[in-house]
């Protein structure tokens, strides 16, 4: 049988725009052939997709609520199996309305967070008007409806910075009482590994070992009320060969789940941090992280791991870049990696306005998809296949990653190159008829309109797979 292949993905005008060169003269392509999986599939869990906000948000009762009905609209087109981490960096500063509210050390933490934190832009605009604001009951309350609107699960942090454990048990029989079997966990911090530079939360030189004496009384007195809390963490900046690795340790058969963050670069401030850059081949950083969770999961004994809050660039975002066209490249390629990795899913962090969340909510708009979303969109199609990265013979900034289930089988091609490429596909798949064919394309790599995320109609005959430059693509058999 002679070897069948899947029609060009440069069809429509749009994306033939992209393979066009400064003249305007289509640019020949680069030829890749693509070899099997070199590696063991591992599955994408149907709960991969994530999304992580500032527990501020809550402040807004009416937002996580299942009258907020864009949003859930937007959440139910992302993941119909998502995850919604509360936590990020206001979390250290949020007062709850029960337990605690009058402690000195807690208000001072946030009159701390009301002067200087820079998160504020990533809540709505109703809690920007009021960060003197706190988590209610109703909030709680409501934040059920909404995962029940959307199906998705929760991981809610404790206020570990200026919070104490009596406050954190009262939360959390709240919140266990309200969200039942939707909690995955409990966090006891957030980021807690940078305590020691700020003197509001600890002093300087805070370590490892001190953040685990307080997390086994934390725990101990949250399980005093609600005896089943399920914990997570460490939920670090970083530092996976040190506190996640001891932590997963530390914890073996107790904690549900490891967790820490992840960007891509940073800090938003420096120059050097553009769309090339992001769009880099291979991040030393993330290789880093993929290996120490492997030890630390190792550690134990098989706990999973969860990037919980993580983005394209620390420090905000950055502006052209991280709400643009090339953050939605770069996470659909992240999403794959990590999850080839063995990691259990991601969260982004956002929100608000901030420049790199996947969903803005502004005065002008109550839940609007930014770029990042659709590459976001694109990954998921991957979730409840097994998924492996594939062998590529080139050196272009090419990837590509075969998943199965059954007798269907996808392939994703992520070509974050300026070159139109043609690919000759795996071997399993040459006699096969395609059935499906998704694409992710935008104007430009800065682009903030016109990203599309979508299905296309296939043609009868099929001569010739390309890929045209800065754009991905997904094609199903079976």
Known sequence: MNRRSFVS????????????GRTGRAQSATAIRIGEPLVKPRLMPLDFTGLSYEMGQLYNAEYFSPRNTELIRRFRELSSHGVLRLGGHLSNITPWEGVGLNDPKQMRGVRHGIEDYWEWPLVDPTVQRNKKGMITRKAITNLRGFLDAVNWN?????????????????????????????LMAFV???EADGFGEDPFFRAKGYDFNRYFTEYET????????????????????GNVDTWVREYARRTKGDAVMLTSHFYAMGPASDPSMTAERLLQKVNPS???QIAGVRVASEAAGGTPYRMDEGNSCFGGGKDGVSNAYASALWVADYMLHVACAGFVGVNLHGGGTGFYTPIESSDNSPAKPRPMYYGMQFAQQFAGFR?????????????????????????AIVNKSARQI??????????????????????SLSAKEGVRFEREELAKTVQETTVPGYSAAILQVG
């Open 154 to 182: 929760l991981i809610y942090g404790f206020n570990f910075a200026c919070g104490s454990a009596a406050r954190a048990a009262d939360e959390a029989a709240a919140v266990s009482a309200a969200i039942g079997d939707r």
């Open 422 to 443: 043609s690919i000759e596909l795996p071997q399993r798949l040459q006699s096969s008829q395609p059935t499906q064919r998704w694409t992710l394309r935008g104007p």
């Open 387 to 411: 998924v492996a990265p594939c062998a590529l013979k080139t050196s272009a900034n090419v990837t590509a990653y075969l998943g199965t289930r059954g007798k269907q089988a996808k392939l």
């Open 218 to 237: 934390w725990v101990k007195t949250v399980r005093a009320s609600v005896p089943h809390a399920p914990f997570a963490g460490p939920d670090t900046e």
């Open 286 to 288: 993330l290789e880093e």
């Open 9 to 20: 993905l440069a069809a429509s005008t749009a994306a033939m725009e992209l393979a066009l």
């Open 188 to 190: 006891v911090g957030n």
